[in-house]
């Protein structure tokens, strides 16, 4: 019995995994979403971050207290607070942390989200890659549910919808939604794909779909959304989606995406979905 308590003390690991098939049986754990993952495997977390020094702290806390080694990286796209000088006081908090390699990568001037992304790109390093937003509106606890379907070997990319309908969210803005859906449903008319939520934060990437199609990305604000999504349905890439739980935050307490990207993103879906190689 003591084995057991003891392997519990380390989530997803394979004696952790074992005890509880022993306890429940491997259907009732395949049916909980509970699994081992490889001892060696590495996730790579990349956030950009732009004016976040409020949530920072926090997000990264919880980012680090996922029980999956990771390498995180924090992209400041020039920001204009004192999110820079947070960034380097938790690279000296997670400097010694075997779970959380910590990297920093800066923008002298301000490029947008999508070359953020690029830049976190570049320097991942890990089996899978996952876009993390670096305010609190995306919940990290659920990494582990997202990253089954990839190392089931059943996906290739994974997309959390905030829209399936089985997990809380925070209720906010009735057009916003109207936007994402229309927005996710026009992709899907040039893409093929059947969608949910096109434009949510979180994305998974096992590390060869990024290689291939990082050296193609071009946009620098939110048109990287359809960008990539249109280039992942092009390349004929494997796509999951999994439902998520969301706590949007108001224009008050710092959000930035307004009706100028949801313009630019129309222009980015006709574009990519058109011509995309």
Known sequence: MSNDFTAVEVPFSSTWYQSLVRILGKSACEMLGLFAIPEDFLLSVVIPVYNEEKTLSVLLKAVAEVPIRKQIILVDDCSQDGSREVMQQLAETYHDDPMNQLSLQYHEVNRGKGAALRTGFAHATGDVVIIQDADLEYNPNEYPRLLKPILDGKADVVFGSRFLGDQPHRVLFYWHSMGNKFLTT????????????????????????????????????????????????????????????????????????????????????????????
């Open 186 to 277: 026009l992709s899907n008319c040039f893409t093929g794909l059947n969608l949910t939520d096109m434009e949510t934060c979180y994305k998974l990437f096992r590390r060869e779909v990024l290689e291939q199609i990082l050296p193609e990305l071009q946009q620098n604000r939110f048109g990287f959304e359809p960008e990539v999504t249109a280039r992942v349905a092009r390349k004929g890439f494997r796509v999951y989606e999994m439902s998520v739980s969301y706590s949007g935050r108001t224009y008050q307490e710092g959000k930035k995406i307004g009706w100028r990207d949801g313009c630019k993103a129309i222009w980015c879906i006709l574009k990519y979905g058109l011509f995309a190689r």
